[in-house]
């Protein structure tokens, strides 16, 4: 008998997920509150950027395999991959995965697997999902198998990603993880190792915060660096020679829906005890406001600026704009009343975002200043000539530490290079 999934949540995981299950040759529901979502993905389209994912949607829906749904279905196996964003007070919103469970609670049946893959604070499995079933009349002991098993991928990679991986699946129970596990088996190529609902929840929690922590550490040597006259690449560079130190790399501030999210959750649980992610939140939550003060000082000598803005998204070669630093920072410069602000993004839609989105060479036309927040492939490949070509006097501010030249026509600042130098007695000052 085929096998039956519903997948709650159609996003950048969720859509994946489903499509890949369809592709093992189960019968697959994704259910999507977004109609849009919806409609598209019965037509065997999608309306996020993935490689290869357009290709497997359209093969698993003409197949029969995958098909969507504004409601849930009865099935073998449940799965939530709802978002889990953060109030204005930087606690957990949680209010999503709660309505999935309330959603899929009159379709469960006893023996089905519901796995909670939505990142989510520690103790949720516990405190807020199983309560709720127990609540329905649904033991979540003895009736179901309920688990947790956190996604770990990275956007541009995720099929791949989904499949090769190591996964934690952290069971309500020991029978839930084993159960969890024997799902997954059916598509994942890498480890699958069982533990606790709660070790699972930190877990993936505590892998984006030390790259949080990390990040924010490069941030505050660029800050340093740009006091004291020295190049913070150059000094990450030579420290990483060291065979124990990895020092990741500074920009213009940390999004997505993980890394700027994420740590806020443990934060939320053990206040008292977590004064070094909570310090690592404001360095990097400070970088924005540093980019447009950095901006402004590049521009002060002129009067009503033209800034061509190239990168909306959080990283490189991705559509995803959640928690964008860059989205902060565009918004800032174009509340600044002297400021003329254009903006390129070859892989973001119009409806995405509040903006009017320009050609590049629109937005490099008679610009004053091009400051990079994105490292897309299209701009390390930007030729001299472009730049040439359309600014007025090219001035470069690269955030991102991704695009090179040596022609002297064009002057070029990277985040953590911008030139300054220290005067004699500040140096004195921190010695």
């Given at each position: 008998m085929m096998k039956n999934v519903c997948v709650i949540?159609?996003?950048?995981?969720?859509?994946p997920t489903a499509a890949l299950f369809s592709k093992a040759g189960f019968q697959v529901t994704g259910v999507d509150v977004n109609e849009r979502v919806v409609n598209a993905l019965n037509k065997g389209e999608i309306i996020i950027e993935e490689p290869e994912l357009p290709e497997l949607v359209r093969e698993s829906v003409a197949s029969g395999h995958?098909?969507?749904?504004?409601?849930?279905?009865?099935?073998?196996?449940?799965?939530i991959a709802v978002p889990t964003p953060i109030h204005e007070n930087e606690t957990a919103d949680v209010r999503y995965v709660q309505e999935a469970v309330q959603a899929i609670i009159p379709f469960v049946r006893k023996g089905n697997a519901v796995i909670v893959e939505s990142t989510i604070p520690p103790r949720t499995i516990a405190d807020v999902v199983a309560p709720a079933f127990k609540e329905a009349g649904i033991d979540p002991e003895r009736d179901i198998h309920l688990?947790?098993?956190?996604?770990?991928?990275?956007?541009?990679?995720?099929?791949?990603?989904?499949?090769?991986?190591?996964?934690?699946?952290?069971?309500?129970?020991?029978?839930?993880?084993?159960?969890?596990?024997?799902?997954?088996?059916?598509?994942?190529?890498?480890?699958i190792i069982e533990t606790t609902a709660l070790t699972a929840e930190m877990s993936k929690l505590m892998e984006n915060t030390f790259r949080d922590v990390n990040i924010a550490l490069a941030n505050e040597l660029v800050k340093i660096s740009d006091r004291l006259g020295v190049n913070a690449h150059e000094?990450?560079?030579?420290?990483?020679l060291h065979p124990r130190v990895n020092l990741h790399q500074p920009g213009p501030g940390v999004g997505g829906h993980c890394l700027a999210v994420d740590p806020y959750f443990i934060v939320e649980k053990a206040t008292d005890e977590s004064p070094l992610i909570q310090t690592a939140r404001r360095i990097n939550n400070s970088m924005?406001?540093?980019?447009?003060?950095?901006?402004?000082e590049l521009t002060s000598a002129l009067n009503h600026p033209r800034v061509a803005v190239l990168g909306l998204t959080y990283k490189g070669n991705v559509d995803d704009v959640r928690e964008s630093p860059a989205m902060d920072i565009v918004h800032r410069l174009k509340h600044d009343s002297e400021m003329e602000v254009a903006i390129h993004d070859p892989h973001v839609k119009d409806w995405q975002v509040p903006y009017t989105l320009l050609s590049l060479e629109d937005t490099l036309y008679e610009a004053d200043l091009a400051l990079i927040l994105t490292d897309h492939n299209e701009f390390k490949g930007i030729d001299s000539k472009v730049w040439l070509e359309q600014m007025?006097?090219?001035?470069?501010?690269?955030?991102?530490?991704?695009?090179?030249?040596n022609n002297d026509k064009i002057e070029l600042i990277h985040l953590g290079n911008t030139g300054t130098k220290p005067a004699p007695n500040e140096v004195k000052a921190n010695n």
């Open positions: 949540g159609l996003g950048y995981i969720g859509l995958l098909k969507a749904s504004t409601k849930p279905v009865e099935a073998d196996t449940f799965m688990a947790h098993c956190p996604e770990r991928v990275l956007p541009g990679k995720i099929l791949t990603e989904l499949i090769e991986n190591t996964r934690i699946v952290g069971g309500h129970t020991p029978e839930a993880a084993a159960k969890a596990k024997a799902v997954y088996e059916e598509v994942v190529k890498g480890d000094v990450i560079r030579l420290a990483n924005p406001d540093y980019v447009v003060n950095k901006v402004k007025t006097a090219p001035v470069i501010f690269d955030t991102k530490h991704c695009y090179f030249t």
